[in-house]
T-cell receptor
Framework: ETGVTQTPRHLVMGMTNKKSLKCEQH?????MYWYKQSAKKPLELMFV???????ENNSVPSRFSPECPNSSHLFLHLHTLQPEDSALYLC?????????????FGPGTRLTVL | GDSVTQMEGPVTLSEEAFLTINCTYT??????LFWYVQYPGEGLQLLLK?????DKGSNKGFEATYRKETTSFHLEKGSVQVSDSAVYFC????????????FGKGTMLLVSP
């Protein structure tokens, strides 16, 4: 495996379900990110982890719970979601050092909440 | 705060036409600038970048020049192909170290044969 991988690629869940999205990066990076991409809206940054520590949480509802057990893995735990949470959820990673940071994105998980 | 403004899409062109997608930004510091591309059903891929004023980023025939005086980073390509059909995102990064990206809303490009 190379780059950033995400599983599952598609997920359909009811509002009472609990599910988790997984992201793995094989690039040796130190920073990982969750984004939400909804139709006709800019990408919304949800969470940032740097060296496994959460450094940003952009007022995301508590029904979204991130977990970063190590620098290579990032999870997004989902529970009691709403239909408006249906979107493409993108994971990204970056080196975490240097004058600028190029972020590398995974293919995303297309989530549908019924 | 930081912001990125892109032209509204979709942009519809015939194959071999010249492409320009406008991007302007607002930032408090000296940001790095990026263009990302998203093909249907995929995540975002970095297309090109520029880290300081007057730098030109280029890749796959696409170019963009960092213009500090006009706070712009317009994307251009001399001759588009059908395979260039995608959504293009302009973005900036305003901090060193790990950093967050501020994205524009994206511009869809549709190229017909």
């Amino acid at each position: 495996e190379t780059g950033v991988t995400q599983t599952p690629r598609h997920l359909v869940m009811g509002m009472t379900n609990k599910k988790s999205l997984k992201c793995e990066q094989h690039l040796g990076h130190n920073a990982m990110y969750w984004y939400k991409q909804s139709a006709k809206k800019p990408l919304e940054l949800m969470f940032v982890y740097n060296f496994k520590e959460q450094t940003e949480n952009n007022s995301v509802p508590s029904r979204f719970s991130p977990e970063c057990p190590n620098s290579s893995h990032l999870f997004l735990h989902l529970h009691t979601l709403q239909p408006e949470d249906s979107a493409l959820y993108l994971c990204a990673s970056s080196p975490g050092t240097g004058d600028y940071n190029e972020q590398f994105f995974g293919p995303g998980t297309r989530l549908t909440v019924l | 705060g930081d912001s990125v403004t892109q032209m509204e899409g979709p942009v519809t062109l015939s194959e071999e036409a010249f492409l320009t997608i406008n991007c302007t930004y607002t930032a408090t510091g000296y940001p790095s600038l990026f263009w990302y591309v998203q093909y249907p059903g995929e995540g975002l891929q970095l297309l090109l970048k520029a880290t300081k004023a007057d730098d030109k980023g280029s890749n796959k025939g696409f170019e963009a020049t960092y213009r500090k005086e006009t706070t712009s980073f317009h994307l251009e390509k001399g001759s588009v192909q059908v395979s260039d059909s995608a959504v293009y995102f302009c973005a900036l990064s305003d901090r060193a170290g790990y950093s967050t990206l501020t994205f524009g809303k994206g511009t869809m490009l549709l190229v017909s044969p």
